[in-house]
């Protein structure tokens, strides 16, 4: 299983951007990669997934340079709602299931 | 709207005691998994299932069992509850494992406490 490191935690202001860098050295071919979010006492929700270069929809874009060994989920002009753990997993191949790390705490303040 | 539902937000449990948290998912995915979340730790899978009557371990499988008897449900048990087994339980859905369709659609979450 691919293991991902991100940082713990991240301090922004409302109306900046804020960038999330989760590395996963060991990234496998036919591994996707996966961003999700959670509000406290509720469960995650899907953000964002990608394979490579860049993806981007309503809420974030996620940034996958070509050796996939990194990736980077940008939220732009964050607000105080913005506030939560985000998550970044590495979806392996065959019957195994999605590892959770620990996350990055974002804390948004005015 | 994909929903998966959890029998109990609270619970509260004496040691030694059998406990059953139950999972239903209306989207008829394949795949269904139990987690539970502790401050600093983040989510830890405990098994998950790949389809009705099939189970895997996940990261901490001991102390726990699960069921799949029908493909909208999985139960997970706790023969014997402890302590340390107090915890955020969350149970997830996703269509499949692979790819761009593994999105894993959670509960809102049982809140177990062991005394």
């Known amino acids: 299983l691919a293991k991902t490191t991100q940082p713990i935690s991240m301090d922004s202001y409302e109306g900046q951007e804020v960038n999330i860098t989760c590395s996963h050295n060991n990234i496998a071919t036919n591994d996707y990669i996966t961003w999700y979010q959670q509000f406290p006492s509720q469960g995650p929700r899907f953000i964002i997934q990608g394979y490579k270069t860049k993806v981007t929809n309503e809420v974030a874009s996620l940034f996958i340079p070509a050796d996939r060994k990194s990736s980077t989920l940008s939220l732009p002009r964050v607000s105080l709602s913005d506030t939560a753990v985000y998550y970044c997993?590495?979806?392996?191949?065959?019957?195994?299931?999605?590892?959770f790390g620990s996350g990055t705490r974002l804390q948004v303040q005015p | 709207d994909v929903k998966v539902t959890q029998s109990s937000r609270y619970l509260v449990k004496r040691t030694g005691e059998k406990v059953f948290l139950e999972c239903v998912q209306d989207?008829?995915?394949?795949?269904m998994f139990w987690y539970r979340q502790d401050p600093g730790l983040g989510l830890r899978l405990i098994y998950f299932s790949y389809d009705v009557k099939m189970k895997e371990k996940g990261d901490i499988p001991e102390g726990y069992s699960v069921s799949r008897e029908k493909k909208e449900r999985f139960s997970l048990i706790l023969e014997s509850a402890s302590t340390n087994q107090t915890s955020m339980y969350l149970c997830?859905?996703?269509?499949?494992?692979?790819?761009?369709?593994?999105?894993?659609?959670f509960g809102p979450g049982t809140r177990l406490t062991v005394t």
């Open positions: 997993l590495v979806a392996p191949g065959g019957r195994r299931a999605l590892t």
């Open positions: 997830a859905s996703s269509l499949t494992l692979l790819g761009k369709e593994a999105e894993q659609y």
């Open positions: 989207m008829d995915h394949e795949n």
